[in-house]
């Protein structure tokens, strides 16, 4: 069954990072959508580059749909913020729906 969580970011101030759905199916992450800033457009730039990386560098999304887990990622160089606070929301999605899993729900 697919477990879609939306999360909010720890700590948006630094991380221009609002709210985003991350996809869940068989304790793996298959997809992160939905990545909202909050608000200045600056701040879309940098959740953009965290979430889709650059010519040379992979963006998370990639690196934690490829691996199902957001472990091992690498952030992007002038998005860490951003890519930690990505990272950080699919961790806190993935750690509810074990909990959800073994809950039985």
């Known amino acids: 069954s697919m477990i879609i969580f939306s999360t909010s970011s720890p700590n948006s101030s630094a991380s221009k990072l609002s709210t985003m759905t991350v996809h869940i199916k068989d304790d793996k992450i298959t997809a992160v959508t939905d990545i909202v800033g909050d608000g200045g ?50 961790q806190k999605a993935l750690d509810e729906a074990k909990k959800l899993a073994e809950e039985g729900k």
């Open 41 to 90: 457009s600056s701040n879309d730039s940098y959740i953009k580059r965290a979430a889709e990386g650059t010519s040379k560098l992979p963006g998370v999304v990639t690196q934690i749909t490829e691996k199902g887990m957001p472990e091992g990622i690498d952030t992007v160089a002038r998005a860490t913020c951003s890519s930690n606070a990505i990272i950080e929301g699919c």
